[in-house]
């Protein structure tokens, strides 16, 4: 078949059989996604992941044959649906992206990234997966600045390391 569109022409093929099949897959693969998510975050806020000799859960995933990047993204959507159970008949409902609800998971996995005048839910369902993600990473990047910058900590230094550190202190 051929269309137009734009004043380019478009060859297609319909394939109806082809996309029939997927969308009944669909609820199968959400379901195996969602249970994923909810043992991965469980797995990572118990660390069960160290006694596999892991340091985290993308590690072990990647250690059981899963994709660890996949693996990160179903550990930070357990996050999300712990903190807003609505999340889940939303994906169902196919009224919120899968790939909007995981990175929500980034925002919920660390409490201080909140406010309680957040929407992060409605952001999701209202903003471009691009444009949620920036403003997730903006709220981030502000909460992770307005943490104290000095940091106490006890070193031992050769007397000579001393006095360059006593030196640019001055310095600075």
């Given amino acids: 078949m051929r269309t137009t569109a734009d004043r380019r022409q478009l060859h297609f093929e319909r394939d109806d059989a082809a996309l029939a099949e997927v ?10 996604q969602l ?9 990572d806020s118990k ?4 006694p596999a000799g892991c340091g985290s859960v993308t590690e072990l995933a990647c250690l059981l044959g899963y994709d660890g990047w996949r693996a990160g993204q179903l550990c930070r959507l357990g996050y999300a649906l712990e903190a807003e159970p609505e999340l889940e008949l939303l994906l169902r409902e196919r009224a919120i992206g899968f790939a909007a ?22 952001w999701a369902r209202c903003e471009r997966l691009a444009d949620l993600n920036r403003r997730i990473s903006r ?6 600045q307005e943490r104290a910058a ?3 900590f006890n070193a031992h230094l050769t007397l ?9 202190r001055e310095i600075a």
């Fill in 23 to 32: 969308a009944a897959l669909r609820a199968p693969w959400l379901e195996q």
């Fill in 35 to 43: 249970e994923l998510a909810r043992l991965f975050c469980r797995i």
């Fill in 47 to 50: 660390s069960a992941f160290i």
């Fill in 101 to 122: 609800a995981c990175a929500l998971g980034r925002i919920y996995e660390n409490p201080e990234f909140l406010d309680p005048e957040d929407t992060w839910v409605r």
């Fill in 139 to 144: 709220r981030i990047e502000t909460r992770r």
């Fill in 150 to 152: 000095d940091v106490p």
């Fill in 160 to 168: 000579r390391t001393a006095e360059n550190v006593a030196r640019c």
